[in-house]
């Protein structure tokens, strides 16, 4: 087969892309759900799986409805939920959001789940949402930021607040990868970032994004970036490298200097 420098296959269409993601993210769910790293039994214990960042940086009230792009199995949306929001969670895997509704309805937080690709996403009812949320690992896995950014403006009412947790670009051109996207993505074989990773191995597709790239998709889409924000460190040990210097902060030495590893956005739709 004939491939790019990136890995990636010639005459192969985003749609082809998606299904391959698919695919990964589905043995992913699987096993991100039994391992260590997530620790559902914790979660239904009564710890929440929402990290520092988001927590000190984005205060919804109790009732608000928020939108959760690309939630995976839904630990991060049912945590808002046990917070007091009106949740709904959407991701492109449907195993994921089979787990996502079995942990609902195990742990007795209800919250809406939707499997949907979130390029494609509308929403069904007439309300729009207080808050869109997204966080680690999520751009990565889109090729067009346009759509995503127009995705996020529709779902949102106005004067709403879009939060995202993202990490760093910077950890891709330390990582031996590039910085600016070249639109075709990156395709490997690859485990996952959980001590049981390993059973979850797939032929992935991802997509480099500056962060200039999230905040002119945001800004274009109608959204007011009103923070911005880096962090030196991450809440996962889910990097090559990383040392914990303090409780639950990774941080990764580069050359002497320390590598941003999380950058955040809040924005708000006119």
């Not at 949907?116 to 009812?125: C, H, M, Q, T």
């Not at 947790?165 to 959980?194: C, K, M, Q, W």
């Not at 009103?226 to 030196?232: I, M, R, W, Y």
């Not at 460190?233 to 990097?239: A, D, E, G, H, L």
Request: charged share 20%; proline share 5%.
């Amino acid at each position: 087969m004939e491939t790019t420098d990136t890995g990636a296959p010639i005459n192969v269409t985003t749609e082809d892309w998606f299904e391959l993601n698919r695919a990964g993210w589905d043995r992913r769910a699987t096993a991100h759900f039994d391992s260590r790293f997530y620790d559902v039994p914790g979660f239904l214990g009564g710890a929440s799986s929402l990290c520092e960042i988001e927590l000190g940086e984005l205060h919804p009230k109790a009732g608000d409805r928020l939108l959760h792009l690309q939630c995976h199995f839904g630990l991060d949306t049912l945590s808002w939920a046990r917070e007091g929001l009106d949740c709904t969670g959407v991701d492109l895997s449907p195993v994921a959001i089979d787990l996502a509704r079995k942990l609902s309805a195990q742990s007795g937080i209800p919250a809406r789940f939707i499997c949907a690709n979130v390029l494609d996403y509308e929403r069904d009812d007439a309300e729009p949402y207080d808050i869109v949320f997204t966080s680690y690992g999520a751009v990565c896995w889109l090729p067009d930021l346009a759509r995503w950014a127009s995705v996020i403006s529709s779902s949102l009412a106005s004067g709403g607040t879009f939060y995202m947790a993202e990490f760093h670009p910077a950890i891709d051109l330390v990582s031996g990868y590039g910085y600016f996207n070249r639109g075709l993505p990156d395709v490997e074989d690859e485990g996952s970032y959980t001590e049981n990773g390993a059973d979850a191995r797939a032929r992935l597709a991802v997509w480099v994004h500056p962060m200039a790239d999230v905040c002119n998709a945001l800004i274009s889409a109608g959204i007011v970036v009103e923070q911005l924000n880096e962090f030196p460190f991450s809440p996962w040990n889910c990097f090559e490298g990383l040392v914990e210097r303090e409780p639950g902060r990774y941080y990764l030495d580069h050359q002497g200097h320390d590598v941003p590893l999380v950058y955040s956005i809040r924005g708000r739709k006119q």
